[in-house]
């Protein structure tokens, strides 16, 4: 391989200089050209003036050349050789940037033997090679080779530099009053003066998540502090999903403000169930507790495990997961197959929805205690802070969701009752084109099938610790955080900025579900049509669709059957941006005593493809109060009032449609309501009774907000 890259490089040029460079460099490490392939690297890296703040362009060949050249220069081993220089050269690095460095150095050794042996497979029976292909099958040869030998050595070696840069406590035990014992893992800057900390409080006990969480704090010169629920890692006490975490949260920070590391200020951060331990710590006004950055913030008994009253599925095999044991059930929680054919077993079956555990054959005892509490009622109530202390909450907060994250809706109750009750409230939200995991792992090129656009994809967890300097440390705010309410516009590549959600719109256009002649002429008018009655049959004792899954994209090429009667509105005759929340009333009469019911909105632009934009879920007994069911009268004129819904941040293109679906749940992933006025959960086929038979009628109307 040596003498292909000597004979290549006699051969190879490029115009452009930077693409030049960066082949060299690689014919030169096969070469064993190494002191040559340094100055390369140097070059290219001049050349292309990279960010100082970010890693030194290709420094894992950089380290590996100058090892190889110091094992051929004092006869050292290259294991030797090479951890000499990673020291010298990695340890440089301030910290923000060996955190970021060290990816380059990881890498799947499997992936990179398959791609050389795709190289050699292609040249197999050749005697000559083109340049290019020569070319290919030497960076294939020199990346496999490079990493198989330097892989090995370097976790060693950054466990080396992380104990050089960092104090490390991996065995702290913080008791509560009660005398549970809450574990918590510290990372903080080596030899710092007294410093404000951040803390996540999670009940996902992985130590691989925690030490990255951690270790990231203290790199942007944070103590990082994670702890785990009682009864997590290595708590002995049992285990309870947010039911102590509040309490647990407050105890901690408490500790954290008493050590001589801490300068008496604790920030808070995290996603999904780390989220919602923010908010349950702060109904305990713990008083070092001075900022939290909250994401995908689950709000329980409003999103999760049930969102308008409705029960989720998917929530039943997270307390397997997350509460069976000390750390995490992966392999159960995994199992797909055994969740989509539980789904489908009860749904065919008939049988109650509390008989879940039973169809799975595995007790859920956290499961079966949440369905005693099918209302907003004292249990739900006790986790997070309700009406007027979020007066007293007078903290900075900042709360990312997205467009598309199931836990928007949480986010938002948090958001709205801080403002509803505190006007002033330091409440900044931001919300673009991401899912519940995007906030939490980075944006991909695709969510969901969706693209989203250059504007959208920025680093939201390094936007976090630049807004906990600019609250802690005095830095400036992060730009894209320019008011209160900040949002990505889809099909925009923009970003725009408003102090209320009201005012993210500038005017609103109300759009009426109006039946049309046929099924599938309904339509979208500016006008009401109170005389005029679309009907809706459902059969629950049909049971014919338990194979029927949840589409896994936001964008489609057509509309899921389930998702009930299609309102179509007009092509538009110019681009459009839809901004805001939606609200609206469905008015009704329905032969039962009790319905659920979903909305959606889409967009479907020119070519038919159908864009998911929002969605509301409501449990018509539980519109009015979600603390207190209040049965419908069968037969009798309902009204449901739509409010406190998802936001929608879309430019629509001329052409392209408004389209709302309106229908009744009957699907396998969630509770069933068969309208008898019983408890939903103990429910059975038999209480299906008569098909129920519901009549929308034209006055039912929702209100969009636009942005001229």
Known sequence: MSILARETMAGYRDEDRQRYLGTLFRLQLAAGQYTEAVKSIEDLRALRKDDPSQPPLYLQYEIYARAKTLQATRGLPFAQAWSAVFAERFGALEDKVALQAEFGFGGYLPRMRGDLDAALARTSGKKRLPLAEAVDLIRAWQVHAAYCAFQALFDPALAADDARRYAIDRDT?????????????????????????????????????????????????????VAYSRGKGRSPDAIVPYEHDGADAAVVIDWISRQPWNDGRVGMYGGSYSGYTQWA????????????????????????????????????????????????????????????????????SGRA????????????????????????????????????????????????????????AGALHYFRE???????????????????????????????????????RIDLQALRLAWFDHVLKGAPKPEVLADRVNWQVMGADAWRHAHTLEAMAT?????????????????????????????????????????????????????????????????????????????????????????????????????????????????????????????LRANEPQRLVVEDTRLIGRKLAAGSRIVVTLGVIKQPDRQLNLGSGNEPSDEVIADAGQ????????????????RE
């Not at 007294?194 to 030490?211: G, K, M, Q, S, V």
């Not at 899912?435 to 969901?448: K, L, N, R, S, Y």
């Not at 099924?519 to 014919?544: C, K, M």
């Not at 889409?602 to 934009?613: P, S």
Request: charged share 20%; with cysteine.
């Open 281 to 348: 710590a702060l109904k305990h006004k713990p008083k070092a507790l001075k900022a939290i950055a909250t994401s995908a913030t689950l709000a329980p008994g409003i999103d999760a495990p049930m969102e308008g009253g409705i029960f989720f599925n998917f929530m039943y095999p997270w307390p397997l997961y997350a509460a069976s044991n000390r750390w995490l059930d992966d392999a159960r929680y995994g199992d797909n197959a055994r969740w989509a054919a539980l789904n489908r077993n009860w749904y065919a």
């Open 173 to 225: 035990l913080v008791r509560t009053p009660e005398g549970a014992s809450i574990a918590v893992l510290i990372v903080r800057p080596a030899k710092a003066p007294p410093l404000p900390a951040l803390l996540t409080f999670t009940i996902y006990a992985n130590d691989d998540w925690a030490w990255s969480d951690a270790k990231k704090a203290a790199a942007y010169g944070y103590p990082g502090v």
């Open 507 to 631: 005017r609103t256009q109300r759009l009426c579900l109006v039946p049309g002649a046929t099924a599938d002429a309904n339509t979208l008018s500016t006008q009401p049509r109170p005389q005029a009655i679309v009907t809706q049959r459902v059969d629950f004792s049909d049971r014919g669709d338990a194979d029927w899954t949840q589409p896994a994209n936001v964008v489609n090429t057509q509309l899921d059957p389930h998702a009930g009667l299609v309102f179509v509105g007009d092509a538009l005759p110019q681009d459009a941006e839809l901004a805001g929340a939606f609200k609206g009333v469905l008015d009704f009469t329905v032969n039962k005593r009790d319905v659920d019911v979903v909305l959606g909105v889409y967009e479907r632009n020119a070519k038919g493809e159908y864009l998911d934009l929002a969605w509301w879920l409501q449990r018509a007994s539980y519109n009015a109060d979600r603390r207190q069911r209040r049965l």
């Open 691 to 706: 098909p129920l038979e519901i009549h929308w009628r034209g006055s039912s109307c929702l209100e969009f907000g636009l």
């Open 353 to 408: 929805y509390r008989d879940l555990p039973a169809i799975d054959g595995s007790a859920n005892p956290v499961f079966a205690n949440w369905l005693k509490h099918p209302g907003y009622d004292a249990y739900w109530q006790a986790m997070i802070p309700q009406g007027d202390a979020f007066a007293g909450i007078d903290i900075p907060v900042l709360a990312t969701t997205g467009y598309f994250d199931g836990a928007q």
């Open 418 to 456: 801080h403002l509803r009750h505190r006007p002033e409230a330091d409440h900044t939200l931001l919300i673009g084109p991401y899912e519940h995991f995007t906030m939490q792992t980075g944006v991909p090129p695709t969510v969901q099938g969706y693209a989203p656009e250059p504007a959208a």
